[in-house]
């Protein structure tokens, strides 16, 4: 009876983590997707995806055991300009009608003190996936239970060629007219999922 007992307690203590496991959103009505890389070498454009879906499950109180999972429509690209957004989608970029996805799974997450976390994962873009890391930002959470928001800002600079998208034109005073280079800037409002989502 004892032995039974004691194992009960056991199984207890290891399934308290799973049952304290929150799911999280993101609400894309508070939240950007955004990217910046530079024109004609001294300018700069500006853009963001308007599709995405971010999933994240952790604890309620620690992120760096969370699980974060993002789905990224290409064709929703938008930079203000349609002509712009319109070759960006073709296949000198992104190619959206074959390759219609990027996503991003996390592989770890690591702690570096109350706010700030390392974000590790797989990228994944015109058919190419490779590692990258995010410097990410906790804001902090306002509500209680099902009502409760939380905010995060992630940053992280990739070279664009390393996924295959390698278009480009030199320009007749020197240099290229697409930087290589895009500084990623993610701000995502997570609220908790609903069950039957």
Not at 39 to 62: A, C, L, N, Q, W
Not at 110 to 120: A, D, F, G, S, T
């Amino acid at each position: 009876m004892k032995k039974i007992f004691n194992y009960g307690i056991l199984m207890l203590i290891i399934a308290v983590p799973a049952f304290s496991q929150t799911n999280w959103v993101a609400d894309k009505a508070h939240s950007t997707v955004g990217f910046t890389v530079s024109h004609m070498v001294i300018s700069e454009v500006s853009g963001k995806f308007d599709d995405f879906e971010v999933r994240m499950t952790s604890s309620p109180s620690d992120f760096s055991n969370a699980v974060i999972n993002v789905k990224i429509k290409t064709k929703s690209i938008d930079t203000g300009i349609k002509p712009r957004d319109n070759h960006l989608r073709s296949a000198d970029f992104f190619n959206a009608d074959v390759d219609s996805l990027i996503t991003f799974a996390s592989t770890s997450i690591e702690k570096q003190n109350e706010k700030k976390y390392l974000i590790r994962g797989n990228l994944s873009m015109h058919g190419v996936t490779k590692p990258v890391t995010l410097d990410a930002v906790y804001k902090g959470k306002i509500g209680t239970d099902q009502n409760e928001r939380i905010v995060f800002k992630a940053t992280s600079t990739i070279n664009r060629t390393e996924w295959g998208l390698k278009w480009n034109r030199a320009m007749e005073t020197g240099g290229l007219l697409v930087g290589e280079e895009v500084e990623l800037s993610i701000s995502m409002e997570f609220v908790v999922a609903k069950k039957d989502s």
